[in-house]
């Protein structure tokens, strides 16, 4: 994914309450389901995340022309809310000094707030 470790653990991020869905299967691998449809496995590295993804292989292409691997990788990163610049926040909250923000970052560096679909 090309995210750094300080801008998305996923043990942190999908065991902290926010999904229901995800089953971790060992040390830094994680299972779970986008889209109703679409099979991940997230494998969480020293400094990166790697992925696997299943899209039925009977899936047609999207109205816009995309393929349904570009939309599922594109619902992935969305769900993972990988467009916001976590690092940025991070550090305003560390560098201004505010003592509840700049606590719950030392606990839990890498968190995400995860976009899920409503259930």
């Known amino acids: 994914l090309g995210v750094a470790a300080r801008d998305l653990r996923l043990d942190v991020s999908l065991a902290s309450g926010q999904t229901f869905t995800w089953h971790r299967l060992g040390t830094g691998h994680w299972t779970g389901v986008i889209n109703d449809e679409t099979i991940l496995v997230l494998r969480e590295t020293a400094d990166d995340v790697s992925y696997h993804m299943w899209v039925p292989s ?48 030392r606990a839990y560096p890498g968190i995400r707030v995860i976009c899920a679909d409503n259930i």
Do not use: C, I, Y
């Not at 292409?61 to 393929?67: H, V």
């Not at 349904?68 to 926040?89: G, I, Q, Y």
């Open 58 to 105: 009977n899936s047609a292409d999207n109205a816009d022309g995309s393929s349904r691997l570009e939309a599922a990788d594109k619902t992935m990163r969305t769900f993972l809310n990988l467009h916001v610049n976590r690092s940025a926040f991070a550090n305003k909250w560390l560098e201004e000094g505010d003592p509840q923000l700049a606590a719950r970052e």
